[in-house]
């Protein structure tokens, strides 16, 4: 079986600090942002500084820092599926030296009844992707460790929410009849692609992470509704939410 290829026992031969040098230590809390609408805002909101760059032969992905409401918080525009966001994530931490990262985006809905108005806090996600196997044992879930921690803080914020398992897929446009009714099955609410690949890492690496998710698409039997994604993708009013998240964890 292909999960018996994986092994996180042993070293790795390569290391950030051979692309990177020493580790950093900038900022505690980071923003993993999805939006180019969101990200641009940022940029021409806040006085914000370039403290460090990912360095891809496809282009440099700059990371910044800002302040919000007296808290430094760095913030960078993530790379789409598990495999790129992961990897970002844990060069992040070596960068600017966070440790704390609230990661929120969209996902398709796979319960309009439980999701429609609110938030997803994600409890557990299904590893659907392949990243998750070079960082945690097999399993087919992965525990989402600061959901109920999470989960207080919309509370106190009186913001509509639920909590649930998630569907974490590497595939696009795969989402299929059979596999959204075995997700569906075992009781998971939404689909998005990164969240147990950044799961595993941040564990991995002892990294804190909350993640909290806007449905917008919504995949039933019957059918496929596109409608709600856009406005779930460039949301403004999540990135306010993660900010408020940012000065309490």
Known sequence: ???????I???PIISLKDFYGEQKHIVDVCLIIFSHEIHTHLLCTYECEEIAHFTLCNGNIPIYRMNYKGTDIAFYLTAIGSALASCLCYEASWLTGATKFIMFGSCGSLDREKTEGKFIIPTESY???GCSYYYAKPADYIEIKNSQKLAAMFAQMGIPYVLGKVWTTDSMIRETVGLVAKRKAEEC????????GVQSVCDFYNLELYDFLEPGDVLESSGYEVEGLCGANHNLGKLYI????????
């Open 1 to 7: 079986m292909i999960i018996d290829c994986y092994d």
């Open 242 to 249: 993660a900010l408020e998240i940012a000065l309490q964890v």
């Open 9 to 11: 026992e042993t070293e």
């Open 189 to 196: 609410i939404a689909v998005e692609m990164e969240l147990a």
């Open 127 to 129: 590893r659907g992707e």
